[in-house]
């Protein structure tokens, strides 16, 4: 009898979302924690916080852009692969995006990517601009990393600027 009433109670609860719910508090509470840890830090220890935190978004994109490569069996070989990390993370963003070619002949030939809002909005949500810019700069360039390592990033403009665009110029060499 004991064990009928559990089960009705779990499907009861089950019904109304309650398994749901925890899960997004779980997450809602992780990224706050992690929000305030990245303040704190930057707060207490300055300029080496912010070059640790560089180095791990640099990691975790160059993880991120491998894997996404992995599972899409990306032609590593082709230039313009080298976006497609960053534009699967708009897609997955929900963030619309293009890609344009350097028409200009040039020494080293560069690609742009332009998305029409953050691909970290809701992740950087509350964080200093200047930790924002600096974390997506490094995860973008790890996200490309992934694909050709002689690859430089530079972001024309950016959505936490200010900007209705985020605009990443990517040269080859």
Same mark, same amino acid.
């Given at each position: 009898?004991?064990?009928?009433?559990?089960?009705?109670?779990?499907?009861?609860?089950?019904?109304?979302?309650?398994?749901?719910?925890?899960?997004?508090?779980?997450?809602?509470?992780?990224?706050?924690?992690?929000?305030?840890?990245?303040?704190?830090?930057?707060?207490?220890?300055?300029?080496?916080?912010?070059?640790?935190?560089?180095?791990?978004?640099?990691?975790?994109?160059?993880?991120?852009?491998?894997?996404?490569?992995?599972? !899409? %069996?990306?032609?590593? @070989?082709?230039? &313009?692969? =080298?976006? /497609?990390? #960053?534009?699967?993370?708009?897609?997955?963003?929900?963030?619309?995006?293009?890609?344009?070619?350097?028409?200009?002949?040039?020494?080293?030939?560069?690609?742009?990517?332009?998305?029409?809002?953050?691909?970290?909005?809701?992740?950087?949500?509350?964080?200093?601009?200047?930790?924002?810019?600096?974390?997506?700069?490094?995860?973008? !360039? %790890?996200?490309?990393? @992934?694909?050709? &390592?002689? =690859?430089? /990033?530079? #972001?024309?403009?950016?959505?936490?600027?200010?900007?209705?665009?985020?605009?990443?110029?990517?040269?080859?060499?």
């Amino acid at each position: 009898m004991a064990m009928d009433r559990y089960t009705r109670f779990a499907n009861e609860w089950k019904a109304v979302g309650v398994t749901s719910r925890v899960r997004w508090h779980q997450h809602s509470t992780l990224d706050r924690f992690n929000g305030m840890l990245v303040k704190k830090l930057a707060e207490k220890y300055g300029e080496d916080a912010r070059a640790l935190m560089e180095e791990v978004a640099y990691q975790i994109g160059l993880e991120d852009g491998e894997k996404i490569c992995e599972n !899409l %069996g990306v032609d590593l @070989a082709a230039p &313009k692969s =080298a976006l /497609i990390p #960053l534009e699967t993370v708009g897609l997955i963003s929900g963030v619309d995006s293009e890609v344009a070619d350097d028409r200009k002949s040039r020494q080293f030939p560069q690609l742009t990517f332009k998305c029409y809002g953050c691909l970290f909005g809701q992740i950087f949500d509350g964080l200093d601009q200047d930790i924002r810019e600096r974390v997506c700069r490094q995860y973008s !360039l %790890g996200l490309v990393h @992934a694909v050709n &390592k002689g =690859a430089e /990033i530079k #972001l024309q403009r950016k959505c936490c600027a200010g900007n209705r665009q985020c605009e990443f110029v990517v040269a080859f060499r």
